[in-house]
């Protein structure tokens, strides 16, 4: 993916053939424009950038311990099923009937106030993409093991577990980032207080945990508690920063896996483990939820750079303000050199946030992390092709095309 992703590079008509003025240049507002010596170094710096991304990738390839290698599998040769198939959140929802309700089920307190933090954000206002996503692959890995068009009893309750863990997750993020809105309202954190929300994001993982522990298969739950160790392993690694340049991608790589990707990589797998017996399956559940899921991040902090807040429902240039360089940061840093030392200092001094994204915006940070994602998407239809032809199948390579053009 890395060379490709190279070969594309050196093509674009829009690639600077050093660096385009940055803040602070003539006719720009902000910081003193760096050395002309540093138009060089912004140019070989794109050189190093093909050694990071292909170390990224072979990290992030190798870091989940339930990884298997693929044996061949013949991918389809049909592209789209006989089957005529509708909007895939529609037709993922035929199995998600009552979903928060049975979540809230799952839930069972009998204390008014912390039964009120744990449902607050379950009042089924979003997509839920998801479960959405789970349900579509646990049909799409059934009709391709034996034509099965049922979604088995536990594999529902994966997708409500998936919901769970997401949500609990979301909770204790806006207590690390001490965030004041989540999906257009107040957090969890604000209403509460932090020693609360801590206590509701536990209760929620206690409740999946129960649920997990119903379905009664080892191997799932070895599956899905990997995921809980991801989401600590990924939030100690965006509390971290590399002084190596060389190593941040990597580093950016491997957090947005374990803090975004995992779940529904994860997820996926589980449910073909329950619907379907061959390895290979397991793979393509797998790697279809892996390369989705870091996609759907990527797009993220596209979005964050390039959406208003009412959009997102949360803060925009959130990341900044929290000192992290996501993906358009680290590609505008080989275009803008001086943004190195505000990465390492995580954006601390009074105008490294405004001018970091002036940098982002002036640079091609935006489209190439853009095309990243859309790398990522096409490695996912690749692998969900190799399944046998249904409405799922279709509607798991649709909502891929759905991750790249989402606004909020």
């Given at each position: 993916?890395a060379a490709?992703w190279?070969?594309?590079?050196?093509?674009?008509?829009?690639?600077?053939a050093?660096?385009?003025p940055?803040?602070?240049?003539?006719?720009?507002?902000?910081?003193?424009?760096?050395?002309?010596?540093?138009?060089?170094?912004?140019?070989?710096?794109y050189?190093n950038?093909?050694?990071?991304?292909t170390?990224?990738?072979?990290?992030?390839?190798?870091i989940?311990?339930?990884h298997?290698?693929?044996p061949?599998?013949?991918?389809?040769?049909?592209t789209q099923?006989?089957?005529k198939?509708?909007?895939?959140?529609?037709l993922g929802?035929r199995?998600?009937?009552?979903?928060?309700?049975?979540?809230?089920?799952e839930?069972?307190?009998?204390?008014?106030?912390?039964?009120?933090?744990?449902?607050?954000?379950f009042?089924?206002?979003?997509?839920?993409?998801?479960?959405?996503?789970?349900?579509?692959?646990?049909?799409?890995?059934?009709?391709h093991?034996?034509?099965?068009?049922?979604?088995?009893?536990g594999?529902?309750?994966?997708?409500l577990?998936?919901?769970m863990?997401?949500?609990?997750?979301?909770?204790?993020?806006?207590?690390?980032?001490?965030?004041?809105?989540?999906r257009?309202?107040?957090?969890?954190?604000?209403?509460?207080?932090?020693k609360k929300?801590?206590l509701?994001?536990d209760?929620?993982?206690?409740?999946?945990?129960i649920?997990?522990?119903?379905i009664?298969?080892t191997?799932?739950?070895?599956?899905?508690t990997?995921?809980i160790?991801?989401?600590?392993?990924?939030e100690?690694l965006?509390l971290g920063?590399k002084?190596?340049e060389?190593g941040r991608?990597?580093?950016y790589l491997?957090?947005?896996?374990?803090k975004?990707?995992?779940l529904?990589?994860?997820?996926?797998?589980?449910?073909?483990?329950?619907?379907?017996?061959d390895p290979?399956?397991?793979?393509i559940a797998y790697?279809?939820?892996?390369?989705?899921g870091i996609?759907?991040?990527?797009?993220d902090?596209?979005?964050?750079?390039?959406?208003?807040?009412?959009?997102?429902?949360?803060?925009?240039?959130?990341?900044?303000k929290?000192?992290l360089?996501?993906?358009?940061?680290l590609?505008?840093?080989?275009?803008f050199?001086?943004?190195n030392?505000?990465?390492?200092?995580?954006?601390?001094?009074?105008?490294?946030?405004?001018?970091?994204?002036?940098?982002v915006?002036?640079?091609d940070?935006?489209?190439?992390t853009?095309?990243?994602a859309?790398q990522?998407?096409?490695?996912?239809?690749?692998?969900?092709?190799?399944?046998?032809?249904?409405?799922?199948?279709d509607?798991?390579?649709?909502?891929?095309e759905i991750?790249?053009?989402?606004?909020?």
């Amino acid at each position: 993916m890395a060379a490709r992703w190279w070969r594309w590079w050196r093509g674009c008509s829009w690639r600077p053939a050093a660096r385009s003025p940055g803040p602070g240049s003539p006719g720009c507002a902000g910081p003193p424009g760096p050395r002309a010596a540093a138009d060089a170094r912004a140019q070989m710096s794109y050189f190093n950038l093909v050694k990071s991304i292909t170390s990224a990738f072979r990290n992030v390839y190798s870091i989940s311990r339930f990884h298997h290698t693929t044996p061949g599998v013949c991918c389809c040769s049909k592209t789209q099923s006989d089957e005529k198939y509708s909007d895939p959140f529609k037709l993922g929802w035929r199995d998600l009937k009552g979903l928060y309700e049975d979540i809230k089920k799952e839930l069972l307190i009998s204390t008014t106030e912390l039964k009120e933090m744990s449902e607050y954000h379950f009042d089924g206002k979003g997509k839920a993409f998801r479960p959405v996503i789970v349900v579509l692959m646990a049909r799409a890995c059934n009709i391709h093991h034996n034509n099965s068009r049922d979604v088995q009893a536990g594999q529902r309750t994966i997708a409500l577990i998936t919901e769970m863990i997401h949500t609990a997750s979301l909770v204790h993020d806006d207590i690390i980032d001490d965030a004041t809105s989540r999906r257009g309202k107040r957090t969890v954190n604000k209403i509460w207080g932090e020693k609360k929300a801590v206590l509701a994001g536990d209760l929620i993982l206690s409740a999946a945990s129960i649920a997990l522990a119903r379905i009664g298969n080892t191997t799932v739950i070895s599956i899905l508690t990997q995921v809980i160790e991801d989401l600590v392993r990924g939030e100690f690694l965006q509390l971290g920063s590399k002084e190596d340049e060389s190593g941040r991608f990597a580093h950016y790589l491997e957090k947005t896996f374990r803090k975004t990707a995992s779940l529904i990589a994860h997820s996926c797998k589980a449910v073909s483990v329950l619907g379907c017996p061959d390895p290979a399956v397991h793979e393509i559940a797998y790697q279809y939820g892996r390369n989705v899921g870091i996609a759907f991040q990527l797009v993220d902090d596209v979005l964050d750079f390039t959406s208003c807040s009412e959009e997102m429902g949360k803060p925009t240039s959130a990341d900044l303000k929290l000192g992290l360089a996501t993906g358009p940061v680290l590609f505008a840093c080989r275009q803008f050199p001086e943004m190195n030392a505000m990465i390492m200092r995580r954006f601390s001094l009074p105008g490294d946030v405004d001018r970091a994204r002036q940098y982002v915006l002036q640079s091609d940070g935006v489209q190439q992390t853009t095309y990243l994602a859309q790398q990522y998407c096409h490695q996912a239809v690749r692998e969900i092709s190799k399944l046998r032809p249904s409405p799922e199948r279709d509607a798991l390579i649709q909502l891929s095309e759905i991750v790249l053009t989402r606004q909020k």
